[in-house]
């Protein structure tokens, strides 16, 4: 039975050697865009400022020098920020890999 419909083996190799190569392509073009991702959030009040690159590594930290006296509540501030910046990060992400999906099925059904 022929599942290929018609195809020769060699015709359905060189397809399958083209689509690993286009996905290969997308996926270092999609490592660059998230390496380029750098996205800053702060805290509700701004005294606790984060820049997370697209990694989700901290690039910078900045703090309000009144929060050194109030651990907990500088704490709470590090903790609302970065979960902020990661939210906005993933969104960035799910973004740019959407746009790569749909052209990479648009060449597909070319």
Same mark, same amino acid.
Do not use: C, P, W
């Given at each position: &039975?022929?599942f290929?419909?018609?195809?020769k083996?060699s015709?359905t190799?060189n397809?399958?050697?083209? !689509?690993?190569?286009?996905?290969?392509? &997308?996926? &270092?073009k999609?490592?660059?865009i998230? /390496?380029?991702?750098s996205? @800053? %959030?702060?805290s509700?009040n701004?005294?606790?400022k984060i820049t997370?690159?697209?990694?989700?590594?901290i690039?910078?930290l900045?703090i309000? !020098?009144?929060?050194f006296i109030r651990?907990?509540l500088?704490? !709470?501030?590090i903790?609302? /920020?970065?979960?902020? /910046?990661?939210e906005?990060?993933d %969104?960035r992400?799910?973004e740019?890999?959407?746009? @790569?999906?749909? !052209? @990479?099925?648009?060449?597909q059904?070319?």
């Amino acid at each position: &039975m022929n599942f290929l419909k018609g195809k020769k083996t060699s015709e359905t190799m060189n397809d399958n050697q083209q !689509n690993m190569a286009v996905v290969k392509d &997308m996926q &270092m073009k999609l490592a660059e865009i998230q /390496a380029g991702i750098s996205v @800053f %959030a702060q805290s509700e009040n701004g005294e606790v400022k984060i820049t997370i690159n697209g990694k989700r590594q901290i690039q910078n930290l900045e703090i309000e !020098n009144n929060l050194f006296i109030r651990k907990e509540l500088l704490q !709470n501030y590090i903790l609302t /920020a970065t979960n902020h /910046a990661i939210e906005k990060v993933d %969104a960035r992400l799910e973004e740019v890999k959407q746009t @790569f999906l749909a !052209n @990479f099925l648009s060449q597909q059904a070319q």
